[in-house]
């Protein structure tokens, strides 16, 4: 999900939040003109290290000590113009042929990959929807499926202008799928937004 914010307004929201560690990339514009921004938050004791970063990902590794390996995190903010959405999956597909073969992929995708994904407004054309779900194929990624509300966006209009979309998912390879299962993906209420906010539990104690 955008932030919106700028880094410099960023410690105040950590420290609440609870974290000691964070990496934000700048929103674009000033003022109402807001737009993008990223940021991921963590603990110390989490063990992340920050592989790479872009106004549309954030890319890391995560070390667990207790097992001796590594797993990474793919964080998205696709883009949202039409004639980039392409853009938003070659960048997921180059990242995840970058790293380990235990991988989660999670955000706001600005793009849906089945026509159950919208809610009005035009639909998309099979070939739109074949581009994500070619690259999630050929990275071997699947999502984890969702608990609650199926949309996470709408355009807060009423009646038959009322769009809403599954903007925002969570999906990973089948070995951080083994790794880490069961995982929950549950879609919170909207609060202030025009996204909900996805909360991602894995199992505390994996095998």
């Given amino acids: 999900m955008e932030t919106r914010l700028k880094?410099?307004?960023?410690?105040?929201?950590?420290?609440?939040?609870?974290?000691?560690?964070?990496?934000?990339?700048?929103?674009?514009?000033?003022?109402?003109?807001?737009?993008?921004?990223?940021?991921?938050?963590?603990n110390d004791e989490s063990?992340?290290?920050?592989?790479?970063?872009?106004?549309?990902?954030?890319?890391?590794?995560?070390?667990?000590?207790?097992?001796?390996?590594l797993?990474?995190?793919?964080a998205c903010y696709g883009h949202p113009e039409e004639q980039h959405k392409k853009k938003t999956w070659d960048l997921i597909e180059h990242l995840v042929s970058q790293v380990g073969n235990k991988v989660i992929?999670?955000?706001?995708?600005?793009?849906?990959?089945?026509?159950?994904?919208?809610?009005?407004?035009?639909?998309r054309t099979?070939?739109?929807?074949?581009?994500?779900?070619?690259?999630?194929s050929d990275c071997g990624l699947a999502e984890f499926g969702f608990e609650g509300y199926p949309f996470t966006w709408s355009n807060g209009r009423e009646g038959e202008d009322n769009v809403q979309c599954r903007l925002d998912r969570a999906m990973g390879t089948e070995d951080f799928a083994n790794r880490f299962s069961p995982i929950?993906?549950?879609?919170?209420?909207?609060y202030g937004s025009d996204h909900a906010a996805v909360l991602i539990h894995l199992e505390a104690d994996p095998r």
């Avoid at 063990?47 to 390996?69: K, R």
């Avoid at 797993?71 to 793919?74: A, C, K, R, T």
């Fill in 7 to 42: 880094s410099s307004e960023f410690d105040r929201i950590k420290y609440r939040c609870g974290f000691n560690s964070c990496l934000v990339v700048d929103c674009n514009g000033v003022g109402r003109e807001r737009a993008g921004g990223l940021a991921l938050m963590w």
């Fill in 126 to 136: 099979t070939s739109q929807l074949a581009i994500g779900r070619g690259v999630m």
């Fill in 105 to 123: 992929c999670f955000g706001d995708f600005n793009d849906v990959v089945s026509a159950e994904d919208k809610s009005g407004g035009n639909p």
């Fill in 71 to 74: 797993w990474y995190l793919v």
């Fill in 47 to 69: 063990n992340i290290s920050i592989l790479s970063f872009s106004l549309n990902h954030i890319c890391g590794s995560v070390a667990d000590p207790n097992h001796n390996e």
């Fill in 184 to 190: 929950r993906v549950l879609h919170l209420p909207r």
